[in-house]
């Protein structure tokens, strides 16, 4: 029994330097046991912010008649008389694009009796493109005197995104770097490269707002007024930068 004595005092001896000890943090390994190294996955987002260039606009002729032949006829003399109207303001034909044409029969409904057929109804709409939006006023106005009476919506736009998203993705790109400077100097690392980089986002062109139709030709008025405002171009970026001690 004496000569396990030393033994069991050296073993209490090694349990308490080995408690004494300060722990050190290992790197996380897979089963193949590659060190994985650490890394910050961090987004952020450039806006570029400008005015519109351009402006889509749909505009129609809606006519009725006794006859599918006669609304037709009424209506192409309208529509022809809507589209040189828009080229005098300066369209071309590359600007103005039929967008639907029907032609629609008209009941009268009269409870317990078969409908009865009153006439016909034409449809014909145009989405024109204008490039110059001091001219969209204008180019409103001589629509509904030429005789216009139905306008479906207007879409401010841009008719090349491409120097406002390249801005956005210098903006986003400079925001992602301070964030990952950032992040690093607060939690004790240092930036060794990065691993990953994407993006989502970039300009998408206005979803048409609702304008009224108009259907009174005036003589003489002011031009209608088109206010541009300002549109918004945003880049997304996602990035995965590896840090270490």
């Given amino acids: 029994m004496s000569a396990l004595r030393p033994l069991t005092a050296l073993a209490a001896v090694l349990a308490l330097s080995a408690a004494a000890a300060p722990a050190v943090a290992q790197a996380p390994v897979t089963s193949t046991g590659v060190q994985v190294p650490t890394t910050f996955s961090l987004s952020a987002y450039g806006e570029t912010r400008l005015p519109p ?5 749909n505009l129609g002729v809606q006519t009725e008649a006794a006859t599918a032949g006669e609304a ?10 809507v589209i040189a109207s828009l080229k005098r303001g300066g369209l071309t034909d590359r600007d103005i694009q039929t967008s639907n044409l029907s032609i629609n029969p008209q009941y009268v409904y009269v409870e317990n009796q078969p409908p009865r057929l009153t006439g016909y109804q034409v449809s014909n ?16 106005d001589a629509s509904v005197n030429a005789g216009a009476n ?6 401010l736009g841009l008719s090349d995104p491409s120097k406002a998203e390249d801005a956005a993705r210098l903006d986003a ?6 964030k990952a400077e950032l992040y690093a100097r607060a939690t004790g690392y240092r930036i060794v490269r990065l691993v990953t980089l994407s993006e989502g986002g970039g300009y998408t062109p ?3 707002m609702p304008i009224m139709a108009m259907a009174v030709k005036r003589e003489a008025f002011d031009s209608t007024p088109v206010a541009g405002g300002e549109l918004r171009v945003r880049i997304d970026v996602n990035a995965v930068y590896e840090v270490a001690r």
Avoid: E, F
Avoid at 53 to 57: E, H, K, L, N, S
Avoid at 130 to 139: E, I, M, Q, T
Avoid at 173 to 178: G, H
């Fill in 53 to 57: 260039d351009q402006a889509t606009i």
């Fill in 72 to 81: 037709l006829r009424a209506n192409a003399t309208k529509m022809t008389a």
């Fill in 125 to 140: 709409q145009v989405v024109i493109t204008v490039r110059d939006l001091k001219s969209l006023g204008p180019a409103i």
């Fill in 150 to 155: 139905n306008a479906g919506g207007i879409s």
């Fill in 173 to 178: 790109v400079k925001t992602l770097n301070a």
């Fill in 206 to 208: 206005p979803s048409p």
